[in-house]
């Protein structure tokens, strides 16, 4: 019994010196780890803070997209940045953010660069597609839409792109009178072959196309849009068939039934225009 119990004391001495010894190791090895997290920390800070990391000037700025509307001049005048400036001072997000809030700016990314040290800028632009005059109730509004139908200010965007052509599309009516389908009727005049010059939402009722063969009366905006254009770009011979100043307005109301309304009586076309028109 006597020597079990002294072989069991030396085991535990050991085995005591063993668990001391391992505890060594995992401080001098938390040290050392200490150490290099802090040395590595404090290279990094070292190098951050080296005037190499620094913004000095708009060339610095590189403007990826194929701006068409905005010059790289213009988009860099937009920018809230002073110089010089530190570039681990400078916050992307908050730069993005303020591009689009620009309204000729849909998206915008910002991205630190490191070598050479600068910022790279990518923007979207919206490049609008009709001018609007939105009635008030002292004057007009104008105003311009772009595909999507998100509507920007005349004057700002003239402001920044002086030398711009305006777009020959004109949108008479609220902003609430053509949001709704505003993307789908543009879609559908823009790939037509007949010209469409104005597009009047006064009448919720009726929407009133101006083109080249007259006015074309559409009635309550719907789904049936597409059809409608699609018949619209049936008739483009009509004016080769009747005197156009005689007409007063094309009814597309009922896209399977188009009727021409003339001066003093109706035309009734065919039933159904022929796909070969």
């Known amino acids: 019994m006597a020597g079990i119990i002294s072989v069991s004391r030396t085991d535990l001495a050991q085995r ?29 800070l070292w190098v951050a803070v080296q005037p190499v990391w620094v913004l000095k000037t708009p060339k610095q700025i590189v403007m990826k997209s194929g701006n068409q509307l905005l010059s790289d001049e ?22 993005a953010n303020s591009l689009k809030k620009q309204p000729t700016i849909a998206q915008a990314i910002v991205k630190r660069r490191l070598f050479p040290p600068g910022l790279i800028i990518e923007i979207q632009e919206r490049v609008p597609v009709a001018v609007t005059q939105t009635p008030g109730n ?47 009727l543009h879609q559908a005049v823009s790939q037509s072959p007949v010209k469409v010059m104005e597009i009047n939402c006064q009448n919720p009722t009726n929407l009133i196309l101006k083109t080249e063969l007259g006015n074309v009366h559409l009635g309550v905006p719907g789904p049936q849009l597409s059809e409608q254009i699609k018949v619209l770009a049936q008739m483009r011979h009509l004016a080769a068939k009747l005197n156009s100043g005689e007409i007063e307005y094309i009814d597309l109301k009922n896209p399977e039934f188009p009727l021409v309304q003339m001066n003093q009586k109706d035309l009734k076309l065919t039933p159904k225009i022929p796909k070969n028109i």
């Not at 005591?16 to 290279?43: E, H, N, P, V």
């Not at 005048?77 to 400078?90: C, E, G, N």
């Open 16 to 44: 005591r010196k063993k668990l001391r010894r391992q505890r060594q190791m995992r401080i001098i090895q938390a040290i050392w780890r200490t150490f290099a997290i802090t040395g590595l920390a404090s290279g990094l």
């Open 138 to 184: 002292k004057k007009v509004t104008i105003g311009l839409l772009d595909a999507s139908g998100v509507w920007m200010p005349l004057e700002k965007y003239t402001s920044l792109n002086p030398t711009k052509k305006l777009p020959n599309l004109r949108v008479i009516g609220l902003p609430k009178q053509y949001c709704l389908y505003w993307t789908q």
């Open 74 to 95: 213009t988009t860099q005048s937009l920018l809230v940045l002073s110089y010089p400036q530190s570039l681990w001072r400078i916050e992307p997000a908050a730069i």
